[in-house]
């Protein structure tokens, strides 16, 4: 906090200096979108919330002066000061979810991200509205060792729509849009994935596979109030959606958005991102929020194009906390009525907590990591818990990446036989990756990317696996939008 309070005695000071020197008209000045008292003479990153900072066109640094200048005209310096707040209004990207918080912070559902987190995806201005399109695809083969193991190419994918109207000042209305086309490149048996578990193809569990997401992963609406400067709520409606459980979804996280991969724990942490019936309302005070749902517990059943019956028979609650524009905090418990169409009968209680941390380390330069624990309480099986740490370092073309794990999974969870049914199995595994953009910063990143597995299993389940080294092996490209670089915003200045 006193590190906070000198900074921002700091940077008030350089901009009181600043804003009391006649203008140089030769010297460009650069400020943030989302913290327009950071002004400085050179481009680069915001030191709040790791924004690329933007040039002020010279009829805005006039109207700055202008106050100073002409102090004789109480009315010039009202229309002046209000014409750069109005500037600074328009260049201000807002979450579609909650008008009062910045778009850097809006993750998957009502879900949080740090203020400084990147974003990749395209802007458009449609006069007050505004219109956010982002996704990813990945065009891939993979290869599985051990019996349970398999090859294949395949290409996971998203695209999501973000879409924001005001009304008024202190109001907003919002719409998001999220589609797959799993059903069609993963088929309705998904990927080849070493220990991951969850739904079904067929009435029969699906083990060492990712099931594929429904066409319709997020049809939602939300309503967002501002109260004060410091007071906001809202309330949010998806069929689907995502209700107020787990951190972001591990696509949508920063840390994991090179991964093709869903993590081993999916289904201990943020499996709920697509539920058929989701009504959540939050109250958000400056940095903290807390938010509760409704919701329906059971998963999508096999039938990835329809829309499932909402039930609304299941609740959760979150309480988030952004302590500083790096570093974005959760804790959420939920209970799920029923997730499994094969069991109606088992009901789970789900715990989550969630450290999410990003540095903005220069121009094109991010280092984003996230830890994430889940426990499931299922009737008849108990506990079981799941550990990840993930971490991605990006630097211009250059993405390093690694995802550690370790979940506790029944024989119940990995489809086996006879007395292993009812044992607890701890299985561990670690991911290493690597991509280089050689599209890069041009509307679209296009990346050659591999990655490598390593999972460790106990030896009972040799007899399941074989007694071979487990590991996955996958070669891909990674198509999505390039690093939002605010070139709308600066085009609405002019």
């Keep these: 906090m006193l590190r906070f309070l000198l900074t921002f005695i700091l940077v008030a000071t350089i901009t009181s200096a600043l804003l009391a020197q006649a203008p140089k008209p030769e010297a ?25 900072l933007v040039p002020i066109k010279e009829d805005h640094r006039k109207h700055r002066t202008s106050n100073v200048e002409h102090r004789t005209s109480n009315e010039e310096a009202v229309h002046q000061t209000a014409h750069h707040d109005h500037a600074m209004h ?20 009502t879900s949080w991200l740090p203020d400084s987190s990147p974003m990749y995806e395209r802007m458009f201005m449609l006069g007050q509205d505004m219109l956010m399109l982002h996704g990813a695809a990945f065009p891939r083969y993979t290869n599985v060792s051990t ?15 973000m879409f924001s109207h005001p009304l008024g000042d202190s109001a907003q209305f919002g719409v998001r849009l999220m589609m797959s086309l799993d059903p069609l490149t993963e088929g309705g048996r998904g990927y080849p994935l070493l220990f991951q578990s969850g739904e079904s193809w067929h009435d029969q ?21 501002k109260f004060t400067p410091d007071l906001s709520s809202y309330i949010y409606f998806g069929y689907p959606g995502e209700p107020a459980l787990g951190p972001p979804t591990f696509m949508h996280r920063i840390s994991a958005m090179d991964d093709p991969d869903a993590p081993l724990g999916h289904h201990w942490q943020d499996s709920s991102h697509v539920t058929f019936g989701v009504a959540t309302g939050g109250l ?10 409704v919701f329906t517990g059971r998963e999508p059943d096999e039938d990835r194009y329809d829309f499932d ?19 974005a905090l959760q804790f959420s418990h939920g209970y799920l009525k029923s997730p499994e169409g094969l069991e109606p009968t088992v009901n789970r209680h789900r715990t ?12 094109d330069a991010n280092w984003a990591t996230t830890f994430v624990w889940g426990q499931n309480d299922d009737t008849h099986e108990g506990k079981t818990q799941s550990f990840l740490l993930e971490s991605n370092f990006q630097h211009q073309r250059d993405t390093f990446y690694t995802r550690l794990e370790r979940v506790e999974k029944s024989g119940h969870e990995l489809v086996l036989e006879g007395a292993d049914l009812a044992k607890i199995f ?57 690093l939002h670089r605010h070139h709308e915003m600066v085009d609405a200045m002019k």
Excluded at 150 to 159: E, K, S, Y
Excluded at 205 to 224: A, G
Excluded at 311 to 320: C, E, H, K, L, V
Excluded at 458 to 480: A, H, S, T
């Design 28 to 52: 460009t000045q650069y400020t943030c979108v989302m913290h327009p008292e950071v002004i400085q003479d050179h481009p680069g990153r915001c030191p709040k919330c790791g924004m690329e």
């Design 90 to 109: 328009e260049m201000k990207m807002q979450s579609s979810v909650n008008l009062a918080d910045p778009m850097t912070r809006e993750g998957s559902g």
């Design 147 to 161: 019996r349970r193991g398999d090859d294949r190419i395949d290409a996971p994918n998203w695209l999501m729509g």
């Design 205 to 225: 569990p699906l083990h060492d596979r990712q099931h594929p997401h429904d066409l319709f992963s997020e049809l939602s609406v939300t309503y967002s109030q």
């Design 284 to 293: 958000v005070w400056r940095t903290v929020k807390i938010e509760g749902s």
């Design 309 to 327: 019956r909402p039930r609304f028979d299941s609740a959760s609650g979150r309480i988030s906390w952004n302590p500083t524009p790096d570093l």
């Design 352 to 363: 989550t907590a969630s450290m999410i941390y990003n540095k903005a380390l220069g121009h």
């Design 426 to 482: 701890p299985i561990y595994a670690a991911s290493f990756g690597y991509v280089h953009d050689f599209m890069h910063g041009n509307g679209v990143d296009v990346g050659l990317g591999a990655q490598f597995t390593i999972d460790h299993r106990p030896d009972e389940l040799d007899r399941y696996y074989g007694d071979e080294v487990g590991y996955g092996l996958e070669v891909f490209l990674r198509i999505r939008p390039s």
